[in-house]
């Protein structure tokens, strides 16, 4: 079956997974949950009896982690499933040819435990941790087989603006999805029967001013944990759209599953080979280079609210203005770094964000203030939407034009990007652990974006059309 490249209603649904998925990154990894994780922490940690020093801990088999560190300890351990499995189902989804069936079932998985998410409480608290694990394997297993579609849609010169449009789509959704639900959790008298709730705690002995807080707190609660179930619905209903327009090419088969097992492996060393054997090098050099720039990236995006709130004291309205700024941003920013890399080229596009990001963990460990904050979250979200569509566009481009493994190209691809998510996040929570400050945590950042420079740089001299 001969695939229509540019097709505009197949490349504009693939695009809508963008705008299904990002809710999860947005409301679940970095607006509403953390901070909500932080309240159910703290209790969890106090019905434990394990508030020590000033310190939050909670009991993970025989340690006791302090509850900002766990989180990132649990990032770490989602994605390093990810990274485990998404090499092994590439190579399967390659020889098979049914990268559609497994980007539906890790869509459903991860869309599914964010509605479960609702019952996560300091009951109930390692339930919502384990909840929590399974929405990052979806998230992360989905997005392997959702980049791996791109140059099978699409031409190399749309690759750029193609790639951009998809995380700009994902920026206005999630922004659209969080601004609701956030006017429902700051308004919840607009849905809730507040006044019913005042008064029946009023015959219960509190006073109205008590009594009407109180019924505020409560459905503000409520409204917080029907997010999470409403990023599952979104997450899954949009990216109908998504499943019902891409198709695959025909699938080759094969006697049973074993032998699509050994196939799969047999895809990733052809694939693995290749890389190696890759002209000077450049896919290898691209891979460690993103691999490095990713473990500064992700970990910014996973814990600059947890930073905000515990460094800077900031509210959580206030760290809501400042994710909301990066988002709007970010939109801009995809945009602008496409039309940047038509003029000096990809490499050069990647350069110029990796000097821009050492600067912005720079200014982290100085800041103090939430204007200074917003004013790096602004340059945060000028590079965040770039670099990722830049660096996903750019691979595209430099796998081999005769390859039909796009799913194993793109394992390694999505491999180098949640590796880096869970050293980059363990050794954020690890510092972090030792020495009880996030400041120190940053500085190891930067050391990862200047070593993505290093790598990026070396192949700025022979990528062709990219250069």
Not at 81 to 99: E, R, W
Not at 254 to 276: C, D, P, W
Not at 299 to 322: D, H, P
Request: aromatic share 16%; charged share 15%.
């Amino acid at each position: 079956m001969e695939r229509k490249l540019n097709d505009p209603k197949v490349t504009k649904a693939w695009t809508m997974y963008d705008w299904a998925n990002s809710v999860f990154s947005l409301t679940i990894a970095t607006a509403i949950f953390p901070p909500y994780y932080d309240s159910v922490s703290k209790a969890a940690s106090i019905a434990q009896n394990n508030f020590i020093e000033g310190n939050y801990y909670l009991n993970i088999g025989p340690f006791k982690i302090v509850n900002s560190a766990l989180y990132s300890y649990v990032l770490s351990v989602g994605f390093l499933i990810v990274t485990f499995l998404s090499p092994i189902l590439s190579g399967i989804a390659d020889a098979k040819q049914n990268k559609l069936s497994f980007m539906k079932f890790f869509c459903y998985l991860g869309s599914l435990s964010c509605i479960l998410m609702f019952f996560f409480t300091p009951e109930n608290f390692y339930l919502g941790l384990s909840l929590f694990i399974m929405s990052l394997i979806g998230f992360g297993g989905s997005i392997v087989f959702y980049n791996a579609f791109l140059p099978e849609i699409a031409t190399e010169d749309h690759f750029d603006q193609l790639s951009a449009r998809g995380f700009s789509m994902g920026y206005i959704g999630s922004v659209l999805l969080l601004v609701i639900n956030l006017v429902l959790i700051m308004n919840p008298g607009w849905v809730f029967p507040l006044a019913s709730k005042a008064e029946t705690l009023m015959n219960a002995g509190f006073s109205a001013e008590e009594a009407l807080q109180k019924a505020k707190d409560e459905y503000a609660l409520l409204a917080i944990k029907l997010s999470f179930v409403s990023v599952g619905i979104w997450w899954a209903g949009f990216a109908q759209i998504t499943f019902n327009n891409l198709k695959e090419y025909p699938k080759k088969e094969m006697a049973n599953t074993s032998s699509y097992l050994k196939k799969g492996f047999h895809e990733l060393q052809t694939v693995f080979k290749e890389i190696r054997q890759s002209k000077s090098g450049r896919i290898g050099y691209f891979l460690i280079g993103y691999f490095f720039a990713s473990m500064g990236i992700q970990t910014v995006m996973y814990v600059a609210s947890l930073f905000g709130s515990l460094e800077l004291k900031m509210g959580t309205a206030e760290l809501i203005v400042t994710i909301l700024i990066i988002q709007l941003i970010a939109i801009v920013g995809a945009k602008v770094f496409a039309m940047l890399s038509a003029k000096i080229g990809n490499i050069y596009s990647l350069l110029l964000m990796l000097v821009i990001w050492i600067g912005i963990t720079i200014g982290a460990y100085f800041v103090q203030t939430s204007i200074q904050f917003y004013t790096l979250a602004g340059v945060v979200g000028i590079v965040m939407g770039g670099i990722q569509s830049m660096f996903r566009s750019t691979f595209a481009k430099i796998i081999p034009e005769q390859t039909t493994d796009h799913a194993s190209y793109f394992s390694f691809y999505d491999v180098c990007e949640k590796l880096a998510t869970v050293l980059g996040t363990f050794a954020f929570a690890y510092i972090n652990d030792k020495t009880g400050n996030m400041r120190s945590s940053v500085l190891v950042l930067m050391v990862f974006f200047i070593v993505g420079l290093f790598f990026v740089s070396r192949i700025r001299n022979f990528i062709g059309k990219t250069a």
